[in-house]
């Protein structure tokens, strides 16, 4: 799969721009603040349907337009495919494949796999379980579309359950016939999403292992370990013994949507005992280990993204990246950085194709 071309009409800070790819690497390159990362979200943006770095969708309009338009167009089993995903303010965004509207942006998931490495990814490390979560499910849901579904329906019928609490409070009322439909609904998808999740864990873990003993010359133990309130009991049970609780807070607090995934070095927390260099390796293992899942998962060669990694990471490390491309294994790669010089010694230190583009 190739992105041969893209057309940004006010995107983030472009007016209107256009850009032709090479089928191998593709070097995105200028001062910082000039947009490289802008046309590296454009193009994750085409893939997933929202931005990498600003879920916020009105806010990736260029200032002072009403609109913008990203149009994509790939080779993808020796067929053209065309992608424009447009959004006017005040309306919902449109995404087209071939000049036909998706009734549903989860349909297009997974159509044009991707994985992005960016400076970005260390929120996995430092913030909220929601992230690490959000982790698992896009990586799961590329390659799986019931999933998908059952992980939009649990969140629906999560929201209509904590309406309910909230109204119960509210009004000084209960019906615990009406919650336990709720309850149901939640145990069944619930547990569907726990078990994909343990068993995309058990089949993900060794992949990310052999990818930061690769990255870091086998030098440290890493691990990563799935915590999650369903291996103590089944999501019934557990609400049913929560309803004090839940009652109390408002809220579910028991469920999925409660996971965690730890990050562990030498089995300690990777946040409080990891350098900034086994923190970068351990999140670039985490991001090439989805790259071998998706490709194994779906036949096709995910795009990669290299968002500003020359900045954030050794020479050896980039090199090491730079040079997994040499291999047929990996597709087509975009790498966005402040210095043309460094990116071209770089890329050259590998028998592939390569296009400059200087903004």
Same mark, same amino acid.
């Given at each position: 799969?190739?992105?041969?071309?893209?057309?940004?009409?006010?995107?983030?800070?472009?007016?209107?721009?256009?850009?032709? =790819?090479?089928?191998?690497?593709?070097?995105?390159?200028?001062?910082?603040?000039?947009?490289k990362t802008n046309i590296l979200d454009a193009i994750y943006h085409l893939s997933f349907g929202k931005s990498y770095f600003n879920p916020?969708?009105?806010?990736?309009?260029?200032?002072?337009?009403? /609109?913008?338009?990203?149009?994509?167009?790939? !080779?993808?089993?020796?067929?053209?495919?065309?992608?424009?995903?447009?959004?006017?303010?005040?309306?919902?965004?449109?995404?087209?494949?071939?000049?036909?509207?998706?009734?549903? =942006?989860?349909?297009?998931?997974? =159509?044009?796999? $991707?994985?992005?490495?960016?400076?970005?990814?260390? !929120? $996995?490390?430092?913030?909220?379980?929601?992230?690490?979560?959000?982790?698992?499910?896009?990586?799961?849901?590329?390659?799986?579309?019931?999933?998908?579904? @059952?992980?939009i329906n649990y969140n629906k019928v999560l929201a209509q359950r904590n309406a309910l609490l909230k109204y119960f409070a509210l009004n000084?009322? /209960?019906?615990?016939?009406?919650?336990e439909v709720y309850n149901s609904q939640l145990t069944e998808y619930g547990t569907h999403i726990f078990e994909k999740r343990r068993d995309?864990?058990?089949? /993900?873990?060794?992949?990310?292992?052999?990818?930061?003993?690769?990255?870091?010359?086998?030098?440290?133990?890493? !691990?990563?370990?799935?915590?999650?309130?369903?291996? !103590?009991?089944?999501?019934?049970?557990? $609400?049913?013994?929560?309803?004090?609780?839940?009652?109390?807070?408002?809220?579910?607090?028991?469920?999925?949507?409660?996971?965690?995934?730890?990050?562990?070095?030498?089995?300690?927390?990777?946040?409080?005992?990891?350098?900034?260099?086994?923190?970068?390796?351990?999140?670039?293992?985490?991001?090439?280990?989805?790259?071998? /899942?998706?490709?194994?998962?779906?036949?096709?060669?995910?795009?990669?993204?290299?968002?500003?990694?020359?900045?954030?990471?050794?020479?050896?490390?980039?090199?090491?990246?730079?040079?997994?491309?040499?291999?047929?294994?990996?597709?087509?790669? =975009?790498?966005?950085?402040?210095?043309?010089?460094?990116?071209?010694?770089?890329?050259? @230190?590998?028998?592939?194709?390569?296009?400059?583009?200087?903004?």
């Open positions: 799969m190739i992105l041969k071309s893209i057309s940004l009409l006010n995107y983030k800070n472009f007016d209107s721009k256009s850009f032709t =790819f090479n089928s191998k690497i593709n070097c995105i390159v200028g001062n910082n603040g000039i947009g916020v969708a009105s806010q990736n309009i260029k200032h002072g337009e009403e /609109f913008f338009v990203i149009n994509g167009e790939y !080779d993808k089993e020796e067929k053209t495919e065309k992608i424009v995903i447009s959004l006017k303010r005040g309306q919902k965004k449109v995404i087209k494949r071939n000049g036909k509207a998706y009734e549903k =942006f989860s349909e297009h998931i997974g =159509f044009l796999p $991707l994985v992005i490495i960016s400076p970005a990814d260390r !929120d $996995l490390i430092i913030e909220g379980s929601d992230t690490r979560r959000k982790f698992i499910d896009s990586v799961i849901s590329q390659s799986n579309k019931t999933y998908l579904n @059952q992980l000084h009322t /209960f019906n615990k016939d009406t919650l995309f864990l058990e089949e /993900f873990i060794p992949i990310f292992k052999e990818r930061y003993d690769a990255i870091s010359s086998g030098n440290e133990e890493v !691990d990563l370990v799935y915590k999650s309130h369903l291996f !103590d009991d089944d999501l019934n049970t557990l $609400l049913e013994n929560a309803l004090g609780k839940d009652r109390t807070v408002q809220y579910t607090s028991v469920g999925i949507h409660k996971d965690d995934l730890n990050f562990n070095i030498e089995t300690h927390p990777i946040k409080k005992f990891g350098s900034q260099g086994q923190q970068k390796s351990f999140l670039i293992a985490l991001k090439l280990a989805q790259f071998d /899942f998706i490709k194994a998962q779906s036949g096709v060669n995910p795009i990669l993204l290299l968002d500003d990694v020359f900045d954030k990471l050794d020479e050896q490390r980039v090199a090491q990246i730079i040079k997994l491309v040499d291999d047929e294994n990996f597709g087509q790669l =975009f790498i966005s950085d402040t210095h043309a010089e460094r990116t071209e010694n770089a890329v050259k @230190q590998v028998h592939q194709s390569y296009e400059i583009f200087k903004l």
